[in-house]
């Protein structure tokens, strides 16, 4: 298995972008992520944090029909990550596993090492160099 990470993917209103929302998906089609756990987190104008699943939206209905195990994401993550959302807005929650780096992990791991640790560099910091 390749490394796994939790994604919290904010958007500016209570409603998914489906042009987004397709963008991202495209990329577990393509076999790039293999999504594993998702939610969409709700913060409404009212300040109430709301958490659906997958199925009662129909642009990402079907996409964990797969999913064999418990549900990795939460009540205390959903919390959290509303922590990062402005009111009136809304979040794709997602747990997905890096496919295209799954033969490097598995050497790494086959050699006794492990992935130490991981830093999201902020698209601001990117773009300014």
């Given at each position: 298995?390749?490394?796994?990470?939790?994604?919290?993917?904010?958007?500016?209103?209570?409603?998914?972008?489906?042009?987004?929302?397709?963008?991202?998906?495209?990329?577990?089609?393509?076999?790039?992520?293999?999504?594993?756990?998702?939610?969409?987190?709700?913060?409404?104008?009212?300040?109430?944090?709301?958490?659906?699943?997958?199925?009662?939206?129909?642009?990402?209905?079907?996409?964990l029909a797969h999913r064999e195990a418990a549900p990795l994401i939460g009540p205390e993550d959903v919390r959290e990550s509303a922590g990062l959302?402005?009111?009136?807005?809304?979040?794709?929650?997602?747990?997905?596993?890096?496919?295209?780096?799954?033969?490097?992990?598995?050497?790494?791991?086959?050699?006794?090492?492990?992935?130490?640790?991981?830093?999201?560099?902020?698209?601001?910091?990117?773009?300014?160099?």
């Amino acid at each position: 298995m390749g490394p796994a990470e939790f994604i919290v993917l904010a958007f500016p209103e209570e409603q998914l972008r489906v042009a987004a929302v397709e963008a991202v998906m495209g990329l577990r089609k393509a076999g790039v992520v293999r999504l594993i756990d998702g939610l969409v987190a709700t913060k409404t104008a009212a300040g109430e944090v709301l958490a659906a699943e997958f199925d009662e939206f129909v642009e990402l209905r079907g996409l964990l029909a797969h999913r064999e195990a418990a549900p990795l994401i939460g009540p205390e993550d959903v919390r959290e990550s509303a922590g990062l959302l402005e009111r009136g807005s809304c979040a794709l929650l997602l747990v997905v596993e890096h496919v295209w780096a799954e033969d490097a992990a598995v050497a790494v791991r086959a050699a006794g090492g492990r992935i130490a640790g991981a830093v999201r560099l902020p698209v601001e910091r990117l773009e300014a160099s």
